[in-house]
């Protein structure tokens, strides 16, 4: 498989989103609720997990088809497996129990020794970049190649 050297289109989409955070109580971001929309989450306001919302959301907006679900660890079944990460794949990560359902999702920036940095949704309840650690992740995932 070949990945493009040059940024990848949903990444231009996502970083244009910096910023865009959770409201506060008794109020609603209706750029999330927009997010949310992409998946089986429509309707639904910034207080509920929108991570994978988000990256549904920069796929559609770059033409790709993305899982159209809400849970973080549907993204394993989406595209193909990288054995290595590159800038802009999709990174699954386990949340609190390996073995369960719930994960977090976001795109690939970098790795050091211990720590890998997503850009990505509901991370500290925004669109940001932040460090997770490197022995979470459960795959990267890339788009299927056009047939």
């Not at 990848?8 to 506060?24: L, N």
């Not at 549904?56 to 990460?85: H, K, M, V, Y």
């Amino acid at each position: 498989m070949s990945v493009v050297a040059h940024e990848p289109a949903w990444m231009s989409i996502a970083v244009t989103e910096q910023g865009v955070r959770r409201f506060g109580p008794g109020e609603s971001n209706p750029r999330i609720v927009e997010y949310n929309g992409h998946t089986n989450l429509v309707g639904y306001d910034d207080k509920i997990s929108w991570c994978s919302s988000f990256i549904n959301w920069c796929f559609g907006n770059a033409g790709i088809r993305g899982t159209g679900s809400a849970l973080a660890r549907s993204w394993l079944e989406w595209g193909q497996a990288l054995d290595q990460p590159v800038y802009g794949c999709v990174v699954v990560l386990t949340r609190d129990d390996p073995g369960g359902w719930k994960g977090h999702v976001g795109f690939y920036l970098r790795h050091d020794a211990e720590s890998v940095y997503l850009f990505g949704g509901n991370q500290l309840e925004e669109v940001r970049e932040l460090a997770y650690p490197l022995d979470s992740v459960l795959g990267y995932r890339w788009p299927e190649s056009p047939r």
